[in-house]
Every structure is written in structure tokens, then in C-alpha cells.
């Protein structure tokens, strides 16, 4: 793409209007849709977690996260999926902490 019509130089060429694409299909991959997002919450919330997944509250309620990831790798297997697991119970704590925090104002 040239900003300007040179014969010459680093921007050479005819001044062009760049094609926009369409995302293609395969970069949605692994994104959830709302309908989705909805029933794995509620699944959550009825089923509540896993035995191996509450020793994992445990440990980072106490601060040991690099234990924390050495447990999930060995139970989930691949480090990716131990990290990915880490960072959801994670984020589940902080929610319960701010569901805790709301009630004692209410109260």
C-alpha cells in the first residue's frame, strides 16, 4: 500500500484502497458463546467443584501458587491446562471474596 504516487523511493508505487476481510471461521476457535457461558455457570453452580479442585482453593487461599500449578499439571496434565485451571479457581476465590465482602456491608 502506497500513501503516495511515487515512481521512486521506500513508498513507490499507485496510491491503493486496502481490502477489508471477513475474520475467518477457524480464529473463533475455543471463543464461547453466550449459551454456553450460561449453562457451564449454572452446571458450576449446581455441581459445585471437584475434590482435587478444592485442595487447589486451599492452596492459594495460603499463598502457594507455584504448588497450586504443580498440583493442577499433575492431575489435568499438560502445563497449559494446569495454568488454565489455576487462573478459574483464582478468579472463583476473588468472586467469593467480593460475594463476602457485599454481604457484610448489607449487613
Known amino acids: 500500500m502506497a500513501p503516495k504516487e511515487m515512481a521512486v523511493g521506500l513508498h513507490k508505487g499507485h496510491k491503493v484502497t486496502k481490502n477489508v ?4 471461521p477457524s480464529s473463533r476457535k475455543g471463543a464461547r458463546n453466550n449459551r454456553v457461558k450460561f449453562i ?6 449446581v455441581t459445585g467443584f471437584a475434590p482435587y479442585e478444592k485442595r487447589v482453593m486451599e ?3 495460603i499463598g502457594k501458587d507455584k504448588r497450586a500449578l504443580k498440583f493442577c499439571k499433575k492431575r489435568l496434565g499438560t502445563h497449559v491446562r494446569g495454568k488454565r485451571k489455576r ?3 483464582q478468579g ?3 468472586a467469593m471474596r467480593k460475594q463476602q465482602q457485599q454481604q457484610s456491608q448489607q449487613h
Open 40 to 45: 457451564r455457570d449454572l452446571v458450576r453452580e
Open 92 to 94: 472463583a476465590l476473588a
Open 59 to 61: 492452596l492459594l487461599r
Open 87 to 89: 487462573e478459574e479457581i
Open 21 to 24: 476481510t471477513k475474520p475467518k
